[in-house]
């Protein structure tokens, strides 16, 4: 019988998720039962709740041993950790004194978030904010291959850059220094069909007034209100939402759990035909952690944020 330590990142339980592992060697696992000292390993641990935006403070880097391999348990080494906006998003309701948790999901967030409840058609006007960060640079180019038309909304020109040039996004709005309502009238004159809404707030109420009748609207996330302890006020979108009678609904990713190889799958084919590209910001070392997380949070990553331990 094969008895195996779980533990993560340099190494431990689950530090931040662990997006790749790798399971030690028989060798590695015989030394490791037959030593006398026990591993060690880095977390961070919450220490205090996030007012507003987060602070290096708030986290205390611990190192802990651990305990000898229990029956049914196996060692794992992660080689990459994800940091996602997920993790301010759930704060609030985590207990602090407890190890900070993570999740990699964006493949399927993109895949299931946007064909099941945008059901896109050939030939209409899809919108995706955060369109540069890991689901969103996804959801455009899924679009293209279901023969829509693409406009991304994200906060820098090099993002936008590489969402036209690259990824054969139609049109990109820079949501910082572009003027929103003229943009989005020129990029999409006969209005919006689809909305992938990564950000929620103003952004989010100024799209839907450029919606068409019976249009969907996918709510994914509301970035643009996490870091603020006051959820912000934006614009009235129950008058869009009634007159052009869309449909707008949130989702979590994991309601598709019983699916959740067929995402993958799906993901893994368009990226070997060449139909579906993924860019990632490496951030190098576990130290580095908060501050992989705090630029994410801030618009420095284009694509997956990942930390290579
Ligand atoms: N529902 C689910 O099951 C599920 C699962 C995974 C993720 N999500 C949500 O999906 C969204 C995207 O997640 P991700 O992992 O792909 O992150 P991401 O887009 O890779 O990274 C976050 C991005 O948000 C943008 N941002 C930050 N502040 C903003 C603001 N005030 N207004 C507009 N944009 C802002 C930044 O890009 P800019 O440079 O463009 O500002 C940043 O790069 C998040 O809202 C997340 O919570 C939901």
């Not at 019976?214 to 870091?227: L, M, P």
Request: net charge positive.
């Amino acid at each position: 019988m094969i008895s195996i330590l779980f533990l993560c990142s340099d190494l431990h339980k689950m530090n931040m998720n662990s997006v790749c592992v790798s399971l030690f060697s028989k060798r590695h696992l015989e030394k490791f039962c037959n030593c006398k000292k026990f591993l060690s390993a880095k977390a961070y641990i919450f220490d205090k709740q996030f007012d507003n935006f987060p602070k290096a403070t708030d986290f205390k880097l611990v190192e802990e041993e651990l305990g000898p391999i229990k029956d049914g348990e196996f060692l794992t080494e992660a080689v990459y950790l994800s940091v996602d906006p997920y993790m301010r998003a759930y704060a609030p309701r985590l207990k602090t004194g407890k190890t900070f948790l993570g999740s990699q999901v964006a493949r399927n967030t993109a895949y299931f978030g946007f064909l099941e409840l945008c059901q896109p058609k050939k030939g209409e006007m899809v919108f995706v904010t955060g369109a540069a960060g890991a689901v969103g640079s996804l959801v455009g180019q899924i679009a293209k291959i279901k023969g829509c038309k693409v406009v991304g909304i994200a906060g820098s020109d090099e993002k936008g850059k590489w969402l036209t040039d690259e990824l054969g996004f139609d049109h990109f709005i820079n949501y910082k220094s572009d003027d929103l309502v003229q943009k989005i009238r020129e990029c999409a004159p006969n209005g919006i069909d689809c909305y992938f809404d990564n950000v929620g707030g103003e952004i989010s109420s100024k799209i839907m007034f450029n919606m068409n009748t019976f249009g969907r609207i996918s709510v994914c996330g509301a970035i643009s209100g996490y870091n603020e302890n006051k959820p912000p006020k934006a614009t009235l979108v129950q008058y869009p939402i009634t007159m052009n009678q869309l449909r707008m609904e949130g989702f979590i990713v994991h309601r598709w759990l019983d699916r959740w190889f067929e995402g993958i799958e799906q993901n893994r084919k368009w990226i070997q035909e060449g139909k579906l590209k993924y860019r990632e910001t490496v951030t190098h070392g576990f130290e580095n952690m908060f501050n992989a997380f705090a630029d994410m949070l801030k618009g420095g990553n284009i694509g997956k944020a990942l930390v290579k331990v």
